[in-house]
């Protein structure tokens, strides 16, 4: 069964830095790429950025391009999204999610990590 | 960028009853290799969103066939039949041919 657990969430004030990470089981993570999406409290979903399975190639929403980054460790099966300059507007949900094969659809979901950017 | 126009925002529904969501692109979601990457989903209260439909049409592993998707190129439109209480939520579609996308949701309440 494919689980996906995300941490790291928090209150943080504006300017700061936050990282997320999220921990993947029951399926073969170094062969998958893998997504962080958001949703603001409210608010619809948000893609926000895509790793290659090998972490060749990296894709950001313009929301946060140049402010965050995706990365990966496949030995520990863990995705991570490096969060800087948080602005108020960056207050979500954030949700790791792994699509189905060869659909594009994001079949599988974490619990999300709830980021709260506030002075 | 590709926008997602979903309508209505909101949609109120007998139990038992039939309903109809539309998603609209701002670009054709044909993929050069000919497929077509729109999904529904469905974000039950104080859950994560879950897949109902991958590549327009497909019911994904589980879904009730109550649940169908149809379309092409920019419009497309998720049914639902003899709905049931727990298909109360926001339904949402997403585009996967460029980046990815999400429409705004539509929200499915009971009359």
């Known amino acids: 069964e494919v689980q996906l657990v995300e941490s790291g969430g928090g209150l943080v004030k504006p300017g700061s830095s936050l990282k997320l990470s999220c921990v993947a089981s029951g399926f073969t993570f170094s062969s998958y790429g893998m997504h962080w999406i958001r949703q603001a409290p409210k608010k619809g979903l948000e893609w926000i950025a895509l790793i290659y399975y090998d972490s060749s190639n990296k894709y950001y929403a313009d929301s946060v391009k140049g402010r965050f980054t995706i990365s990966r460790d496949n030995s520990k099966n863990t995705l991570y999204l490096e969060m800087n300059s948080l602005r108020s507007e960056d207050t979500a949900m954030y949700y790791c999610a792994k699509t189905y094969d060869g659909t594009y659809s994001f079949a599988y979901w974490g619990q999300g990590t709830l980021v709260t950017v506030s002075s | ?111």
């Open chain 2, 1 to 111: 960028d590709v926008v997602m126009t979903q309508t209505p925002v909101s949609l109120s529904v007998s139990l038992g009853g039939q309903v109809s969501i539309s998603c609209r692109s701002s670009q054709s979601l044909v993929h050069n290799n000919g497929n077509t990457y729109l999904s529904w989903y469905l974000q039950k209260p104080g859950q994560s969103p879950q897949l109902l439909i991958y590549k327009v049409s497909n019911r994904f592993s589980g879904i009730s066939d109550r649940f169908s998707g149809s379309g092409s190129g920019t419009d497309f439109t998720l049914k639902i039949s003899r709905v049931e209480p727990d298909d109360l939520g926001v339904y949402y579609c997403g585009q996967g041919t460029q980046y990815r996308t999400f429409g705004g949701g539509t929200k499915l309440e009971l009359k």
